[in-house]
């Protein structure tokens, strides 16, 4: 039979390992609002952004400028690749993609 100390540290030890799997889970998420003002400064800033929509995994934007932009920027936030059509850049963010176009447009307003 387990005595009363015993329990109480396996809850203690519980306890602990569930506080540094939360730490773990909380390191490991990005800080969005960081990484939308890179992003929107990437782009060539908010006034340079005329559009955004959200294919899928695919985050596309329509600029008055795509000269401006800094693509290897964008790539180093966690773009798997971008495709530039005219004035438009395909994003390619994965799941982030309809996150980020909120964002965005919360920062266009």
Do not use: C, P, W
Not at 16 to 24: H, M, Q
Not at 29 to 38: A, P, T, Y
Not at 86 to 104: A, C, E, H, M, P
């Amino acid at each position: 039979m387990i005595d009363f100390h015993t329990i109480i540290q396996y809850v203690i030890i519980g306890i602990i390992l569930l506080l540094i799997s939360l730490v773990i889970l909380k390191l490991s998420k990005k800080d969005f609002g960081i990484e939308i003002n890179k992003l929107v400064k990437y782009l060539g800033g908010k006034d340079n952004i005329l559009d955004t929509e959200v294919n899928m995994s695919r985050f596309k934007v329509t600029l008055k400028d795509v000269s401006i932009v800094d693509k290897e920027g964008i790539q180093k936030l966690g773009a798997k690749g971008i495709v530039e059509i005219d004035n438009q850049l395909k994003i390619i963010f994965g799941n982030d993609s309809r996150t980020l176009k909120r964002y965005v447009d919360e920062l266009k307003k």
